[in-house]
């Protein structure tokens, strides 16, 4: 059994028995496969290949079975009386002539479109939770700085209620760093509301019960992208312009077989029958006469979706080349910002905040100078926390775009 297939299993089984080991650990991994063995979606796009495959299996039959028709007929004159009896078997015939073949050419292009629509399906919903998953990490690191900042204010607290004490500030500083720590204290309430809502909807995504408790385990990152021509050329193959493509090829088969509407339609009958003491065997062809209906309508029906549809493959190969290629670039520069603020802003912003709480406890700052270099420094963590929570986005949609693993399965695997 493939690796991924155990991951599913024991996944599930960790599911299962959440109810009486909660929470549930999830990490990226963990994550996807879940989403693959029962998002809905998912599950959905299965069932619609099974269709197209049932269409393209019922393409291949004979429009119509075989008619079998009896007659028992009475007759007299005035010398005598008899029964003839007259039996016929009729078929009418399905020929490539008649569109047969496009027929079934058009119900199996339709099961292609479908298979790639399956896999197109699977990396949108796989990204949708990977972007949710995303965002739920970057609330729990919201939350974690709001957890610091707190530490922060009531450590300032007690430090302005001892200066106070010993006489070295006024009631003033007493009062400022109270109402300081009280509004950490909300901050910290506000982003554990922002962290359960981002829980709840990657829950919903990944269709577990509503009451399931997760922690998550992960950093908020992407693997970066490949250079920006292998994306270009990995996007050309995402799976729903192979599908757009299996419709043109669909339009076109159904074109020819709306060809072939205005052409008349064949059978064959043979039948035996008695009459008067004599065996009677009888053989025929008919042929229906294309007059009231030509296939006119269908034919032209079938031109314009022909059409249409090769005008939606070559906007969606446009559409798609320009994404990848700005959510390539966009990437690119989100990370290059998170290097230069870790290399340039956070250190220098967390060794001042020492400094500072030093200088306010040895009286040689006061209290609103402190708040100052607090304030900066959160401002500097939470640009860092968002600007990673942006770039890993920016990653995840090139990922999208291109149908990279781990969106897709590896090469050689199939999804379960």
């Known amino acids: 059994m493939p690796i991924r297939s155990w991951t599913t299993l024991l996944v599930l089984g960790a599911v299962a028995a959440s109810a009486a080991a ?26 619609r290949v099974g269709v ?78 990977a972007r949710a998953y995303l965002v739920a990490l970057h609330a729990r690191d919201l939350m974690t700085i709001a957890a610091d900042l707190v530490a922060l204010t009531a450590r300032l607290d007690d430090m302005a209620d001892r200066r106070y004490e010993a006489g070295e500030v006024g009631a003033l500083d007493t009062q400022v760093a109270t109402v300081t720590l009280a509004g950490a204290r909300v901050a910290m309430l506000r982003a554990e509301t922002q962290f359960d809502d981002a829980a709840a909807e990657l829950v919903r995504l990944l269709a577990l019960d509503a009451d399931t408790d997760v922690e998550l385990i992960g950093e ?82 079938a031109a314009a979706a022909d059409t249409l549809a090769y005008l939606q493959l070559a906007e969606a190969q446009r559409r798609i080349t ?42 040689k700052s006061d209290l609103g100078e402190v708040l100052t270099v ?8 939470v640009e860092l926390t968002n600007l990673r929570l942006d770039a890993a986005l920016a990653a995840l949609e090139v990922h999208a775009l291109a149908a990279l693993p781990p969106l897709t399965a590896p090469e050689g695997e199939t999804t379960p």
């Open 52 to 129: 197209a495959e049932g269409e393209a299996m019922a393409s291949r039959a004979w429009r119509s079975n075989p008619e079998i028709q009896y007659a028992h007929i009475p007759r007299s004159n005035e010398f005598d009386s008899w029964n003839e009896n007259v039996i016929v078997v009729s078929q009418a015939l399905d020929l490539g002539f008649n569109g047969r073949g496009a027929r079934i050419d058009a119900a199996e292009a339709g099961a292609r479109a479908s298979g790639d629509l399956l896999r197109g399906t699977e990396v949108a919903v796989l990204a949708d939770v």
């Open 220 to 301: 908020v990152s992407w693997p970066p992208p490949p250079d920006l021509a292998t994306v270009r050329t990995a996007a050309q193959y995402h799976p729903d312009l192979a599908a757009l493509t299996a419709r043109t090829e669909q339009s076109g088969h159904l074109r020819r077989e709306a060809g072939a509407a205005g052409r008349p339609q064949f059978a064959i009958s043979a039948g035996a029958g008695r009459e008067d003491e004599t065996d009677i065997l009888e053989f025929g062809v008919s042929m229906s006469l294309p007059v009231l209906n030509t296939g006119k309508g269908e034919r032209r029906a």
């Open 322 to 363: 320009s994404q990848v290629t700005s959510a390539w670039r966009r990437h690119h520069k989100l990370q290059t910002a998170v290097h230069t603020y870790l290399d340039e802003a956070l250190s220098a912003h967390t060794a001042s905040v020492a400094l500072a709480e030093e200088s306010y406890r040895t009286g």
């Open 22 to 47: 909660a929470p549930l650990t999830l990490d990226r991994t963990a994550v996807l496969d879940l989403a693959r063995a029962q998002a809905t979606e998912i599950l959905a796009a299965r069932a």
């Open 374 to 381: 607090q304030s900066g420094l959160l401002d500097v963590r």
